[in-house]
């Protein structure tokens, strides 16, 4: 009998041939949730879509990887596109991803996320407006559903911790599509009741069963509520939008009840110590005014008050002789300052009159200097003016002389003109416009006008 024995490499590539040809695994859509995603520094993606009974590797390469639109994290509910084929390396079977979109509990996710971010950048989460919360409750206000592990959690250890508290309980849906508007009347109606605290409390569960603790309009409730109010819903790893709103948030319940009340027996402790205290300084401050009074017990004043009186008395008549002394003091000081004002006022008025006979006798020389100065300036101004008088060029017409003038221009020979130039001749009376006919060589008259 032949036996055929195949070598493994070619069964892997047969199988991955077949596996590539088959139209169904090619392009197909394949539901699953994200398990073990590892990005790649080149940018691949590398990951398990998974279900209750089943595991499949994928890979989706940086090209597909820069082009996804979609949330992917570890436990995304997802919907992959990709082909089915072999990793002949390692002889597993692997979708080659091409495009993901969310599907059902990724979608929530993603609404989760949008609606926060938007939350915060509009300030309902800010710290600055989140309330203290009374170290002492007296009176505390709860809100969840009236039947439920989480409300007993709560009673029991407030009743341990703190069981003077005064407990009231608001009931409301903490599941389903009523939950959002019934804790929203709850919370409205505890708000008017004066309570310390609220605590708004629920046990754990899907996202589904907390989507109603992620309304917007409960955020925008708990924002305007006057009375400081706690937060515990489902576990420590679920958070929703009411933990960011809340003054306080807690992890749980039980979480919630505890920071909302003070241990009594923590208190318990704190009140016997504050007593020690007080007696340690109550007996110390009787001790310092025992002794303060065993001091001035013996002080001479108590033991002999008339003699106090008497050094009192003593001490007074001398203050009085001295004020009578002072009295007297102050009379002479105020001769001796009338005495020496009226010999300032006199002397004064000697010094005034002098000083008026020295301005007088100034005035009548510095009078005299000048009526003096001034008969000199015009004794010099009438000589000056005799002067200028005999050496103004009026007085030479006057005896008889004149001025030639041609174009602006005085003429002092007769070579300076020439014939039928027009001049104007100035006597002392006045001028003549002239025309020049002929020039007369001569040392007489140089020419006829």
Not at 16 to 28: A, D, F, R, T
Not at 241 to 263: M, N
Not at 275 to 301: C, G, P, T, V, Y
């Amino acid at each position: 009998m032949n036996e055929t024995i195949y070598p493994i490499s070619s069964i892997v590539k047969y199988i991955k041939s077949n596996l590539e040809q088959n139209p169904y695994l090619n392009g197909i859509l394949i539901q699953g949730e994200i398990s073990n995603l590892k990005k790649h520094r080149s940018g691949h993606w590398y990951f398990t879509l998974k279900d209750a009974q089943a595991r499949l590797s994928c890979v989706m390469f940086s090209t597909y990887a820069l082009r996804c639109k979609a949330k992917v994290e570890d436990g995304s509910k997802v919907i992959v596109k990709g082909s089915i084929s072999m990793y002949e390396q390692q002889g597993s079977v692997q979708c080659y991803v091409t495009g993901i979109r969310n599907d059902g509990l990724g979608d929530l996710h993603l609404r989760y996320e949008e609606l926060k971010k938007k939350l915060f950048a509009e300030g309902w989460f800010d710290e600055s407006h989140k309330q203290e919360i009374p170290p002492y409750a007296s009176n505390i206000g709860i809100i969840s559903a009236k039947e439920g592990a989480a409300l007993q959690d709560v009673l029991t250890t407030i009743h341990k911790r703190w069981p003077i508290a005064k407990l009231t309980l608001y009931p409301a849906f903490v599941q389903g599509e009523q939950a959002s508007r019934s804790i929203i009347n709850a919370l409205q109606q505890a708000d008017q009741q004066m309570h310390d605290c609220l605590l708004l409390v629920r046990g754990g569960g899907s996202i589904e069963d907390l989507w109603g603790f992620n309304s917007e309009e409960l955020v925008h409730c708990i924002y305007h509520l006057k009375t400081p109010i706690i937060s515990g819903v489902g576990h420590e790893s679920d958070t929703t939008l009411v933990d960011y709103v809340c003054d306080v948030r807690s992890p749980t319940p039980t979480g919630a009840a505890q920071r909302a009340t003070a241990d009594r027996q923590e208190v318990a402790k704190l009140l016997q110590g504050n007593q020690q205290l007080l007696i340690s300084l109550m007996k110390r401050h009787i001790e310092e005014h025992r002794q303060q009074l065993a001091f001035r017990s013996h002080s001479k004043h108590l033991q002999d008050p008339l003699g106090y009186v008497k050094d009192l008395r003593m001490h007074l008549a001398y203050l009085t002789a001295q004020f009578e002394h002072y009295g007297e003091t102050v009379l002479n000081k105020r001769e001796q300052l009338r005495y020496q004002k009226d010999m300032i006022l006199q002397a004064m008025n000697r010094q005034v009159f002098i000083q008026k006979q020295f301005c007088v006798q100034n005035r009548n020389k510095l009078n005299d200097s000048i009526n003096a100065y001034l008969l000199e300036q015009k004794k010099r101004f009438q000589r000056s003016l005799t002067l200028l008088e005999a050496y103004s060029p009026l007085a030479v017409l006057r005896r008889g002389y004149t001025l030639v003038e041609q174009e602006g221009n005085y003429k002092k020979s007769a070579q300076e003109l020439q014939r039928d130039q027009e001049v104007i001749i100035h006597f002392h009376d006045g001028k003549w416009h002239a025309k020049l006919i002929e020039k007369e060589e001569s040392h007489g008259r140089e020419g006829d006008v």
